[in-house]
C-alpha cells in the first residue's frame, strides 16, 4: 500500500496475496498482515472473510489481521481485500506482512 496522503475519513484499498509456492499441498498456513496505525478496520470486513471462505479463521493481533487456511492446494493462491478507513491525520507505516506455516515462524516469507 503505497500512497502519498488521505484525509481523516477516507478509505484506502489494502490488496494482499498469498500463494502457495510449492508443487504440493501445505497445511496450517498463517498470513499477519501489517495494518498501519491511524487507520481502522470494519469488523463486518473479519466476518465476511470467511463467510466467503477466503480464510478459515481471521483475529486481530497487535494491528495485524491474522488468517489461518487449514490448507492451500499446490499453487493456490489466496487474496484478501481490507477496506481501511484513516482516523487519525499522521504519516503511518504499517509492519511487514509474512506468512507462514503455522508452527515454523522462523520461516516466514
Known amino acids: 500500500m503505497q500512497q502519498q496522503q488521505m484525509n481523516v475519513g477516507e478509505t484506502l484499498r489494502l490488496h494482499t496475496t498469498i500463494t502457495n509456492t510449492t508443487n504440493s499441498p501445505i497445511t496450517m498456513v498463517m498470513a499477519m498482515i501489517g495494518i498501519p496505525s491511524g487507520v481502522s478496520v470494519a469488523s463486518w470486513q473479519f466476518k465476511e472473510l470467511t463467510e466467503k471462505a477466503k480464510a478459515d ?21 489466496k487474496t484478501i481485500d481490507l477496506d481501511l478507513k484513516a482516523e487519525v491525520p499522521r504519516v503511518y507505516q504499517a509492519t511487514a506482512t509474512n506468512a507462514y506455516l503455522y508452527y515454523t515462524d522462523e520461516y516466514k516469507h
Open 57 to 77: 479463521y481471521v483475529k486481530l493481533f497487535d494491528n495485524h489481521l491474522v488468517c489461518y487456511w487449514k490448507e492451500m492446494n499446490s499453487n493456490e493462491v
